[in-house]
Every structure is written in C-alpha cells, then in structure tokens.
C-alpha cells in the first residue's frame, strides 16, 4: 500500500465539464479543442475522434534527480498540458483485401509545420529510433507501454486475440502540446501520459492510475533516457490544488496541502536541454554514477563484491546499512565510502574490483549504459551520494513543514539527537551556530515556516549546482533575478542543464516580481533575440497545483466536450 491519500488505485477520471480540468478561461480552452477536432478531421479525411485524453506538464517542487534512486518527490501538476484525439478504424469484415493490408498508426500534430506526421505499422514490437529524435518517438513510447502492461497482466494474448484488435485498421493520433519543450516542466512525459490515456480509451481498455504511472515511466526509457518515474506519476495523479508527495516501490501520490499564503512562480532560463541528445553526458551519467556510488557503499559496509554489484540504487544500500535508511546516518557514510572527486574507469574495474563495467550495466541490452560508458572515463561518485541523500532529506523536511510542523522538528533525526546530546543541547532548542550537522544543509532552527520552506528550496539549488552538477549559468542567473526581486527562494526543477526555474514568494508580491525578473533576466534577451517577447506568458508565469490526466468525450453535434 501507498501512503495515505494516495489514489493509484483509482482510474483517469472522465471529464464532465471543462471546468473540471481547467481553471482558465473556458471559452479559449474549448477553442483549442475544437481546433484539436478540426485538424483531426483534416489530416485524416474527415474520421471524427473516437476518444480525447489530456495529460499536464510538471513543476517539481523539491527533490531533484532522486526519484531513480528510490526517493520520494515532491511536484505539482500545472496548467499547461498535452491534449490528444484518437480513433480506431476497423476492417471491414469479410473484406479480403483489408484484411491483408497491414495495420497501421497514424501520428500528427496540430503545428503540422513543426512536428511533421509519421506513419508507423500498427506493431507493439517495432523499435523507437533513439538517433532520429523524432518527436513522435514518445507516442510510440505511449503506445508500446500499453501492450508491455498487457503482457506484465498475463493478458497480451488475449487481447491481441480480441475481436476488436484483430480488425484494427488504423489508429488515428492527433496532438496538441503547451507544455514548452526542453524547459524542465516534463512535456514528453506529458505527451507520453495523454497518448497512453487516450490509445487505453480507444482500445477499450482499463488501467488503473498506479498502473498507469508505472508503465509510462518505463516507456518512456524506449526514447532513450532512463527517466525516474516522478514526471508520469505527476502528470497521471495531479490533483487541483494539491502538490503531491510522490513514492516510488510501490508507486503512490500522498497529498501535500501547501501553504495558502505563498505563490509559486516559474521562469524559463532560455536555455534548451535537450534531454534524449545530451543523455549520455548529463542524465544518464548521473544514473550510472548513482549506481557506482551504490556498489562501492554495498562494498564499503562488507558485502561481497558480486553481490554489491547487484545493488541498483542508493537507498537500497541506505535501508539495508544506514540505520534502516537514516539518511544523516547515510550522508556520514558517503564520506567513509567513496573518495572525493572524481574515479576513472580504470580505478573502479581494477582498483575497486569492480572488473568490466560494461557487464555491470548490461551495456550488450542497454544502449543508453553502453553509450555512457563508451563516452566517459571519470565518474563522480561522492557528490552525488552526498546529493541525493540530502535532498531525500529536504523532500521529507518540506513535506512535515507543510504539514504544519515546526520546522525544527521537521529536521531533526536520530543523528541529530545523537549530537544534540554530545554537545548536551536539548534537541529541540538547538543552537544554529556550532551545530555539527550544518554541513548538511541544516539548521532551520527558529524559522518560520514560509522561510524554511524558501531555505530548502534555496539549498537543493546549492546542492544540484555544487553537488549534483545539473545547474548552467541562466539556471544560476535566473535564481539570482528571483531573489533580487525579493522571492523567499528559487531553484532549477526537472533535470537541469537548462529548462526552468521554480521560485517560491509571498502571494501579495507575486505580480511586483514578476514585472521586475522581466526587466533583469528577459527585456535582454527579448533584445538579443534568444526569446520572443510574443512568447513570454510561457516564459514567466504564476502557477497553482492543477488536475491530473483526464478523458474527455467530444459531441460532435454540439462542438464541445461533454
Ligand atoms: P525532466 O527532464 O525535467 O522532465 C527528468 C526525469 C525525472 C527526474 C528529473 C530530475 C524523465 C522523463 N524525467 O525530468 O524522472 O529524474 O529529471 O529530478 O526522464
């Protein structure tokens, strides 16, 4: 079981009115809709929708880079989101030349000119082409993950076997997309979340939203990044005003009221990252450090070196010797476990017994791994660690301040106590100067809640910039122009290297901060010409939790969904 609150075991609710979904102005949003219908009906003669399934984009919160290693998240849904409009065309019955025909899925975008269409055969089997980039790689990523759960159900067969499928035609996907690319709010898994609902729908199929979460995090490693699951999870269990404390192993979204007072903001640094092309240097190299940093631990506390090679993540190796996953107690072992800077390949396969690499990311089945290890020769293994199991701890301390906790207690932990009474300090009236555990990003004590909550996000940017290495200079200067113009405090969200910043501020001077990060970060670059000014309500903007993946149905005699 999940924790409390968690709704993986409910279905994609369906939409009865649009007010359900969205909380801008209706008119515009039914426009797109039936502009969605429109280019629907054109690029495949006029065929009406069978199905419409939307899925959002992502702001996460805090805890960064550590969903793939086992670590809750805490993100929120945001408004802007992936529609989709799908229909099935069926085989006539008896009609021989049909029947031989092979089936085929059909993919176009609204943006015609942007995302060409692409016709793909109607095989779950075919590969996604990693080294084209194509954009409609996450439908198909979509669409795979389907009939991979199918086959995790026992049900492939049979239903490959139905009636229905075996006089499938053609499939039929139109898209339309808000969510900005390469900018960290997690469009493809928005793209890959909205496909998959909506291709369910049409198949007449029924997935629950844990289901739901957990295939589309691992279809999305079809496009070549071996993606952590917060993104899908997000965009599948989003709930209006609630941000989510999302658990991997197994999945579940707890619900994490935010305070009423505070305004979240996001800013793009206009810097693209592009996520599947710069994998092997960035993301994927981090997954593989992570995993280094977890063998040698496994190692470090004695475990023999075949079986440390079988670790996968680091809080696998945190429950099983750290104080059953006491992350103070895992951040001390890092520093015992693994050397500062870097390791080269040559000193983890002979030096720390690891023998070949390849063998132990299984680089012949993973070309992602293969790449990474073909493409680099040193890895960081104690930043990371030291990363990850900080920002676990930040995760946990945001949530406990939210909940309504002072944030004093919300940071303190058995290692804390222990030195507490070392140095003979109450636990809870600790004193910030000599406190021995600062190095950890701590003390918070005496803090409001709004200030710890701004603190926490302002040291998970400190530790994804020092640490973790996943900042760039518009990141960092972009944090700069949040809290110059009076933010509580700002941080990169999503993977880094580019993409967006999310920064947190007193609701009343939201619209004050705005106007002045828009004259120090952007009128420069609307200049320059590296962002369009016609573009800027999506460059820098106030956002609120908003509602998950939903399906809707369009009447095509009244022209807007029912
Ligand atoms: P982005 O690239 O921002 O969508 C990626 C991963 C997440 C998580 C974050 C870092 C995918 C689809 N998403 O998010 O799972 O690991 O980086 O916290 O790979």
Redo the contacts with the bound molecule.
């Keep these: 079981m999940g924790a409390v609150g968690s709704k993986q075991h409910a279905r994609v609710p369906k939409a009865s009115k649009l007010s359900d979904v969205y909380d801008d102005n209706e008119n515009s949003v039914a426009t797109r809709y039936d502009t969605l219908v429109s280019a629907f009906k054109t690029q495949f003669e006029g065929e009406k929708p069978k199905t419409i399934a939307r899925s959002p984009g992502?702001v996460?919160l805090i805890?960064?880079?550590?969903?793939?290693e086992g670590y809750s998240?805490l993100p929120m849904a945001i408004g802007l989101d992936v529609i989709v409009a799908v229909s099935v065309a069926l085989k006539e019955e008896g009609n021989v030349e049909e029947d031989e025909a092979e089936a085929t899925l059909s993919i176009a975008n609204v943006d015609g000119e942007k995302y060409m269409p692409k016709e793909f055969p109607f095989d779950h089997e075919q590969e996604v082409d990693v080294k084209s980039h194509h954009w409609t790689n996450y439908v198909l990523c979509g669409f795979k993950g389907i009939f991979d759960q199918l086959k995790k159900q026992n049900k492939l067969e049979s239903v490959l076997e139905s009636a229905f499928m075996k006089r499938v035609k053609k499939v039929m996907v139109m898209v339309d997309g808000k969510v900005p690319l390469g900018?960290?709010?997690?469009?493809?898994?928005a793209l890959?979340c909205a496909v998959t609902v909506a291709l369910m729908d049409a198949f007449e199929l029924s997935f629950t939203k844990g289901e739901l979460s957990e295939l589309t995090?691992l279809s999305?490693r079809y496009?070549g990044?071996?993606?952590?699951?917060?993104?899908?999870a997000i965009s599948i269990m989003g709930e209006k005003d609630l941000a989510k404390r999302i658990d991997f192993n197994p999945i579940g979204a707890m619900d994490v009221p935010l305070p009423t007072n505070l305004t979240f903001l996001i800013g793009n640094s206009c810097a693209v990252?592009k996520?599947a092309e710069s994998a092997h240097k960035h993301?994927n190299l981090r997954v593989v450090e992570c995993r280094l940093a977890a063998i040698l631990m496994a190692k470090h506390y004695g475990e023999d070196i075949e079986k440390a090679k079988t670790r996968v993540t680091l809080r696998e190796v945190a429950d099983l010797y750290c104080n059953k996953g006491d992350l103070w107690t895992a951040l001390g072992a890092v520093r015992k476990a693994l050397n500062e800077g870097s390791y080269t390949k040559k000193q983890l396969e002979n030096d720390e017994g690891l023998g070949d690499l390849r063998k132990i990311f299984d680089c012949e089945n993973n070309e992602a791994f293969n790449v990474v290890l073909q493409k680099n020769d040193t890895f960081k293994l104690r930043d990371r660690a030291r990363h990850v199991f900080s920002e676990a701890r930040r995760v946990h301390e945001f949530q406990k301040i939210c909940e309504g906790q002072s944030p004093r207690y919300a940071v303190s932990g058995p290692i804390y106590e222990h030195w507490c009474k070392v140095i003979g300090l109450e636990p809870d009236v600790g004193v910030a100067s000599d406190d021995p555990t600062k190095d950890f990003g701590h003390p918070m004590y005496g803090m409001g809640k709004e200030d710890a909550l701004a603190k926490l996000m302002h040291l998970s940017h400190e530790s994804c910039k020092t640490q973790y290495e996943?900042s760039c200079d518009e990141l960092d200067e972009l944090v700069d122009a949040f809290m110059s113009a009076g933010a509580l405090g700002a941080r990169l969200?999503?993977?880094?290297w580019g993409?967006c910043v999310v920064a947190v501020c007193e609701s009343d001077i939201a619209e004050e901060i705005l106007a002045d990060v828009k004259k120090s970060f952007y009128e420069k670059r609307f200049q320059s010409g590296v962002a369009n000014i016609a573009d800027e309500t999506n460059l820098l903007f106030k956002t609120a939790p908003s509602a998950g993946a939903a399906i809707l149905h369009y009447d095509d005699e009244k022209g807007v969904i029912v």
Aim: net charge negative; proline share 0%; glycine share 18%.
């Design positions: 992502r996460n805890g960064e880079h550590i969903d793939y998240v900018s960290g709010l997690s469009s493809s898994s890959n995090c999305e496009s990044t071996q993606s952590g699951g917060m993104d899908q990252s996520k993301y996943c969200t999503g993977a880094g993409g």
